[in-house]
């Protein structure tokens, strides 16, 4: 029979966001032998590795990365189904703060879907820079937050309190012919935020001349003067605006990191709004997650 085994998807979903076996076994309530079997079996049911071993952790292979995507949207139909047959609603308010990096050109419209499925949800949205918005988290201000976390330009995240929901590379892009002779001219957000220093940083490690021309205050301003060619900017590809912008690739430009969105959470004190969190925080995982 050509099925999967929905423990065997979960605790494979748990290694991928936790990042190795030993953070993912207490997740799962099991121990790390156990989850590796959980594992080993469902690589023998896809008749592919899965997943990459070594002493830094997991990662996904290709294969695996296939199956993350449709294993996120199985469990979380099948959380669905058990929690319309056990009569639990999402009602209530949740704080929800997301940086503004996130999928920009899709995430109002979410929002929006979110509000006509869950009428009973009183859903309240900040959206910001990454580092206010887990800091607001930090504060205990926000229930759930979508951050951005750049290797060596944010704080380091906790396992046990955050899930990945997707990684995507950083890219210089401009106006299509934008001239690129030194000093080349930036478009970037306020010094605080963080794509901001890894432009400015990767373009000095590599001795290149360069200036800021622009500074926005929010994403949506910085796509649109990118788009008028006021000059290059690093953004996530998510976040590249889908008209009036190319990806630049000429050798002259420096190598930028990897950007990943995490979801962060905590157990509620009160019950009733722990379950409603973590239903929503599914729905999220669900709809961000690719």
């Not at 996130?102 to 009183?122: E, N, S």
């Not at 006021?230 to 912008?245: D, F, I, T, Y």
Request: with cysteine; aromatic share 6%; net charge positive.
């Amino acid at each position: 029979m050509n099925t999967f085994d929905m423990e065997q998807l979960r605790s494979f979903v748990a290694a991928v966001d936790a990042g190795s076996l030993t953070a993912a076994a207490p997740q799962r309530c099991l121990s790390q032998s156990a989850l590796s079997e959980q594992l080993r079996k469902l690589e023998q049911r896809a008749n592919q590795t899965l997943l990459v071993r070594s002493k830094s952790g997991v990662t996904p292979t290709a294969a695996g990365e296939k199956l993350l995507h449709h294993a996120r949207h199985l469990l979380a139909l099948a959380d669905l189904a058990w929690r319309d047959l056990q009569g639990v609603t999402l009602s209530g308010e949740i704080r929800l703060g997301i940086t503004d990096y996130c999928r920009p050109d899709a995430i109002v419209a979410l929002l929006a879907r979110y509000a006509r499925d869950y009428p009973q949800l009183r859903l309240r949205t900040t959206m910001g820079k990454s580092a206010e918005i887990d800091a607001a988290w930090q504060r205990g201000e926000l229930d759930l937050a979508v951050v951005m976390r750049v290797p060596g330009f944010s704080r380091a995240g906790d396992a046990r309190q955050e899930k990945r929901l997707f990684r995507e590379p950083l890219l210089w892009v401009g106006a299509a012919g934008l001239s690129l002779a030194q000093p080349l001219p930036l478009v970037l957000l306020p010094e605080g935020c963080m794509l901001h220093r890894a432009a400015c940083q990767a373009l000095s490690r590599e001795h290149q001349a360069w200036f800021i021309r622009h500074i926005s205050s929010g994403v949506r301003g910085l796509q649109d003067a990118v788009a008028a060619g006021l000059g290059v900017a690093c953004l996530n590809r998510s976040a590249m605006p889908r008209e009036g912008v190319v990806v630049l690739q000429q050798p002259v430009l420096p190598s930028l990191p990897e950007a990943e969105f995490v979801l962060l959470s905590r157990p509620a004190e009160h019950r009733e709004q722990g379950q409603i969190c973590v239903a929503f925080g599914e729905i999220l995982q669900q709809t961000l997650a690719y």
